[in-house]
């Protein structure tokens, strides 16, 4: 993760679905928090690339509609993960 954020790497095309299993593993299987927690980091820094990528592509959100077509490029895919359940469980 470190290695990614100094070099600015784009991760945004990753495919996070593949996380998700190893997230399930250490939540409920074998909690491992520090696993979790860098689970984390990736998901956080995925997004932020991906939201870069999409500022390239649309930089000035003009209305509403913009608004949405950026939100939905960035989080509408089905490997999204619920941050807020994950912190409530973790909570």
Known sequence: MTYLEQ??????????????TP????????PNM???LIFTKYY????QCRM????????KFE????KFI???NVFNYPSLV???ALFGHLV
């Open 7 to 20: 070099y600015r790497l784009d991760i945004s095309e990753w495919y996070m679905g593949k996380f998700k």
């Open 23 to 30: 997230l399930d593993f250490n939540l409920n299987v074998k």
């Open 34 to 36: 520090s696993n979790v």
């Open 44 to 47: 956080t820094y995925y997004h």
């Open 52 to 59: 870069n990528k999409q500022s390239k592509i649309m930089p």
């Open 63 to 66: 209305n509403e509609a913009d």
């Open 70 to 72: 950026a939100n939905a």
């Open 82 to 84: 619920d941050m807020r």
